[in-house]
């Protein structure tokens, strides 16, 4: 079954210092791999994917991550993590060659503190 | 640019009663729309997505129920609401040919 896994429920770090944010997938084909970020009651945000080519990704607020398919993962990193980042992160995996028709599978999120 | 609409912001209706929520997407034309649903627990439950016009995909058996009464417009409605229907619920759209889903605000639903 073709599923996507955020083993962390959550993470904590202290301002200033690299974040991670885990994800691990099992799909056949190539997957589209995606992360999103909600902040409290507000709808998800799109922060970046991975499609094809080069393995690190960078995207909106400093955010970037690897794809790793010898691993199946795709972690969100970030170098030097603000207060203000603090959310619920999503990873989710899709694509034709998936053959989920245009859907998404969606990880559990993580929800990620941030510490002054 | 592409913009997306959810009304309205919040709801508390009693069990029983029914239920309409509107979602609209301006500024793209044929888009997919997809109706989520995000529990206490946070985890998103897709429970219809919609490639046209009366296209309907139901993803969850419920007592919940989508249309598409036009291109940009998709309504996620319920004729008697249960206590378990209470939730944030998202639309999100994607454009035609791809996946990357851009979502709305919400609306949280609060059934008592």
């Known amino acids: 079954a073709q599923s996507v896994a955020q083993p962390e429920d959550q993470v904590n770090v202290a301002e200033g210092n690299p974040l991670t944010v885990k994800c691990t997938y099992s799909?056949?084909?190539?997957?589209?791999l995606f992360w999103y970020v909600q902040y409290p009651n507000r709808g998800l945000q799109f922060l970046l994917k991975y499609i094809t080519g080069d393995n690190l990704v960078k995207g909106s607020y400093g955010f970037e991550a690897e794809f790793n398919k010898s691993q199946t993962s795709f972690h969100l990193k970030k170098p030097s993590a603000l207060v203000s980042d603090s959310a619920l992160y999503f990873c989710a995996v899709g694509g034709p060659g998936t053959g989920n028709n245009r859907k998404l599978i969606w990880g559990l999120g993580t929800s990620l503190a941030v510490n002054p | 640019s592409q913009t997306i609409h959810q009304w309205p912001a919040t709801l508390v209706q009693p069990v029983g009663s029914p239920l309409s929520l509107e979602c609209t997407v301006e500024g793209t034309s044929n888009p997919n729309l997809y109706w989520y649903r995000q529990a206490a627990g946070r985890g998103l439950q897709l429970l219809f997505y919609?490639?046209?016009?009366?296209?309907i995909s139901s993803e969850v058996p419920q007592n919940l129920s989508a249309s598409r009464p036009q291109d940009r417009q998709f309504i996620l409605s319920s004729k008697k609401l249960l206590l378990s229907d209470s939730g944030f619920y998202l639309c999100a759209w994607t454009k035609a040919g791809t996946d990357t889903q851009y979502f709305g605000p919400g609306t949280r639903l609060t059934v008592l």
């Open positions: 799909v056949s084909g190539n997957p589209y």
């Open positions: 919609s490639v046209g016009i009366g296209q």
